[in-house]
């Protein structure tokens, strides 16, 4: 299984802020990495795909970057709605995913 | 409207099965890999495996394997996955997720709402 390693574990800031969240594969998985956007009592919702496609109806605010080993995912200007947890996930060999990112209010 | 809808919650003693349904709708049953994840109270998601629709071939990780058993019955567009030996470590939510092939790229883009399993004596 493919190890995935997101960091930090947890991020506090405020509306308004840019954020990047990390995710480090412990392989070279090329850019089959996914990123997932989870709120409390709701199934992850699908943000990004093949490390920098935007899911459709996801705002442009949100973007992905990275290829082999090294990923990020940065939310340009944070709004009120994106506190919630944020998990990436491998899709080069079967699937896993990394341990997430809750991200809360300053 | 695409969407997967899940089974109820379930309680079940350890050592007990456990059987998920997971019905598609709005899009062609067959044509999409389902899978299935889980996610233990208050802990990250975990994969666990995904059956073909098409031919009913499936995959799944190591850590289940001879443990659960991943079906689906086409006429009624319904996927399935049934874990046994159930101990208190699998107290967890369990979904089921439509892959999308995107670009040549797999992604989860639909998912069930959730089945809350607990195992408990």
């Known amino acids: 299984d493919i190890q995935m390693t997101q960091s930090p574990s947890s991020l506090s800031a405020s509306v308004g802020d840019r954020v990047t969240i990390t995710c480090r594969a412990g392989?070279?998985?090329?850019?089959?990495l996914n990123w997932y956007q989870q709120k409390p009592g709701k199934a992850p919702k699908l943000l990004i795909y093949?490390?920098?496609s935007l899911q459709s109806g996801v705002p442009s605010r949100f973007s992905g970057s990275g290829s082999g080993t090294d990923f990020t995912l940065t939310i340009s200007s944070l709004q009120p709605e994106d506190f919630a947890t944020y998990y990436c996930?491998?899709?080069?060999?079967?699937?896993?995913f990394g341990q997430g990112t809750k991200l809360e209010i300053k | 409207q695409v969407q997967l809808g899940q089974s109820g919650a379930e309680v079940k003693k350890p050592g007990a099965s456990v059987k998920v349904s997971c019905k598609a709708s709005g899009y062609t049953f067959t044509g999409y890999y389902i899978h299935w994840v889980r996610q233990a109270p208050g802990q990250g998601l975990e994969w666990m495996g995904w059956?073909?629709?098409?031919?009913?071939?499936?995959n799944y990780a190591q850590k289940f394997q001879g443990r659960v058993t991943m079906t689906r019955d086409t006429s009624i567009s319904t996927a399935y996955m049934e874990l046994t030996r159930l101990t208190s470590d699998d107290t967890a939510v369990y979904f089921c997720?439509?892959?999308?092939?995107?670009?040549?790229?797999?992604?989860?883009?639909?998912w069930g709402q959730g089945t809350m399993v607990t195992v408990s004596s």
């Open positions: 093949a490390a920098f």
């Open positions: 392989q070279n998985i090329g850019i089959f």
């Open positions: 059956i073909d629709p098409n031919s009913g071939d499936t």
């Open positions: 996930q491998q899709s080069y060999s079967t699937h896993s």
């Open positions: 997720a439509r892959d999308q092939p995107l670009g040549g790229y797999d992604a989860f883009d639909i």
